[in-house]
T-cell receptor, first 112, second 112 residues
Framework: KQEVTQIPAALSVPEGENLVLNCSFT??????LQWFRQDPGKGLTSLLL?????REQTSGRLNASLDKSSGRSTLYIAASQPGDSATYLC???????????FGTGTRLTVIP | SAVISQKPSRDICQRGTSLTIQCQVDSQVTMMFWYRQQPGQSLTLIATANQGSEATYESGFVIDKFPISRPNLTFSTLTVSNMSPEDSSIYLCSVGEGYGYTFGSGTRLTVV
């Protein structure tokens, strides 16, 4: 069974700082990996999707990398803003499966 | 990407009653899923909603407790039956399209 872990569980940074969120997964036979953002009590917003054949994806201030062989992904947020405060979830789709396996999330607080 | 309308957005229900959650998608999709997010936890897949056939349930979830309908490729419902306080969670509908997944805004259920 695929297990997904995210470190740290919570992170608090001053505005403007660059930061890295980590995601690790146990089964490297993945189809793709997706990063989501979740605001309190809300649904999920997709941030970035990385295919298993890709090494990274970028969108604005966000950059996600994937190292399938080591079972790791990172989400890099540049020049953090208070509006970035949310929980960030990493989710993995296994090869041959249709559903996602979610990590435990990193709760980010950006202090003005 | 697909736009998902999920309702109700929240509800407070008495124990022993049932609640039906609706998920409407603005385009036809093959893959539709229901997830549960218990307080402070990450997302867990309840079942895959199959059009024209019975839903496929994950370990720990049964049809009698979480009956699912999928009458066409744009609509699904999840019923939480005979509710107890342990069913208090956020329930999310998700569709798979292309390579990634899109989520509804969620239904926040509180059972008293």
């Amino acid at each position: 069974k695929q297990e997904v872990t995210q470190i740290p569980a919570a992170l608090s940074v001053p505005e403007g700082e660059n930061l890295v969120l980590n995601c690790s997964f146990t089964d490297s036979a993945i189809y793709n990996l997706q990063w989501f953002r979740q605001d309190p009590g809300k649904g999920l917003t997709s941030l970035l999707l990385i295919q298993s054949s890709q090494r990274e994806q970028t969108s604005g201030r966000l950059n996600a990398s994937l190292d399938k062989s080591s079972g790791r992904s990172t989400l890099y947020i540049a020049a953090s803003q208070p509006g970035d405060s949310a929980t960030y979830l990493c989710a993995v789709r296994r090869s041959g499966a249709n559903n996602l396996f979610f990590g435990t999330g990193t709760r980010l607080t950006v202090i003005p | 990407s697909a736009v998902i309308s999920q309702k109700p957005s929240r509800d407070i229900c008495q124990r022993g009653t049932s609640l039906t959650i609706q998920c409407q998608v603005d385009s036809q999709v093959t893959m539709m899923f229901w997830y549960r997010q218990q307080p402070g936890q990450s997302l867990t897949l309840i079942a895959t909603a199959n059009q024209g056939s019975e839903a496929t349930y994950e370990s720990g979830f049964v049809i009698d407790k979480f009956p699912i309908s999928r009458p066409n490729l744009t609509f699904s419902t999840l019923t939480v039956s005979n509710m107890s306080p342990e069913d208090s969670s956020i329930y999310l509908c998700s569709v798979g399209e292309g390579y990634g997944y899109t989520f509804g805004s969620g239904t926040r259920l509180t059972v008293v």
